[in-house]
Antibody
Framework: QVQLVQSGAEVKKPGASVKVSCKAS????????MHWVRQAPGQGLEWMGI????????HYAQKLQDRVTMTRDTSTSTVYMELSSLRPEDTAVYYC??????????????WGQGTLVTVSS | DIQMTQSPSSLSASVGDRVTITCRAR??????LNWYQQKPGTAPKLLIY???SLQSGVPSRFSGSGSGTDFTLNISSLQPEDFAIYYC?????????FGGGTKVEIK
């Protein structure tokens, strides 16, 4: 079955960087775009960016584009999201999510299980 | 960015009740609207895509409707496992944006 498995929880100090991985299985990795979405504690969902696993092209949310980098490794069907210059307000659960597209319609399915990143001194 | 507004932000209902959640887009998004359910401590799960198409495996008591700027998610007969937070999301333009969520609680 289609599955996205993320790396484990992280605790980081302000100013540090974090790199979260997301390993895909059960489908053709390079055929579907992958997004990252984050959710601060008790808050809603915020889109962070997208990566095309085929060519590696990316597009990031404007507010994060100076600090986020998304990459992929096609040999292991894994995408990565690195966030630098961490601030306490970056504390959140980070999700990778596959974009499923039919003609012009698209939606997010499935979602990874989430990775909690805590930023605290 | 297209702002998505959900109402209500929370509601209390009983098992067996019919529940309606509304999502409004600031501009027309035609039918590029998806609905997700999130239970505590878990990732969101797709319920409805393209405004009214039921995702495989999702119970038929869930339904979606609407087009343009106004959309609704209906639960025909609320079940104990339906108590959760529901989010709408527009996929009309980048960046994709989400509504603020509607928490469905037990009355």
């Amino acid at each position: 079955q289609v599955q996205l498995v993320q790396s484990g929880a992280e605790v980081k100090k302000p100013g540090a960087s974090v790199k979260v991985s997301c390993k895909a299985s059960g489908y053709s990795f390079t055929s579907y775009y992958m997004h990252w979405v984050r959710q601060a504690p008790g808050q809603g969902l915020e889109w962070m960016g997208i990566i095309n696993p085929s060519g590696g092209s990316t597009h990031y949310a404007q507010k994060l584009q100076d600090r986020v980098t998304m990459t992929r490794d096609t040999s292991t069907s894994t995408v990565y999201m690195e966030l630098s210059s961490l601030r306490p307000e970056d504390t959140a659960v980070y999700y990778c999510v596959r974009e499923y597209r039919v003609y012009t319609q698209n939606w997010f399915d499935p979602w990874g299980q989430g990775t909690l990143v805590t930023v605290s001194s | 960015d297209i702002q998505m507004t959900q109402s209500p932000s929370s509601l209390s209902a009983s098992v067996g009740d019919r529940v309606t959640i509304t999502c409004r887009a600031r501009q027309s998004i035609i039918s590029f609207l998806n609905w997700y359910q999130q239970k505590p401590g878990t990732a969101p799960k797709l319920l409805i895509y393209a405004a009214s198409s039921l995702q495989s495996g999702v119970p038929s008591r869930f339904s979606g409707s609407g087009s343009g700027t106004d959309f609704t998610l209906n639960i025909s007969s609320l079940q104990p496992e339906d108590f959760a937070i529901y989010y709408c999301q527009q996929s009309y333009s980048t960046p994709p944006t989400f509504g603020g969520g509607t928490k469905v609680e037990i009355k």
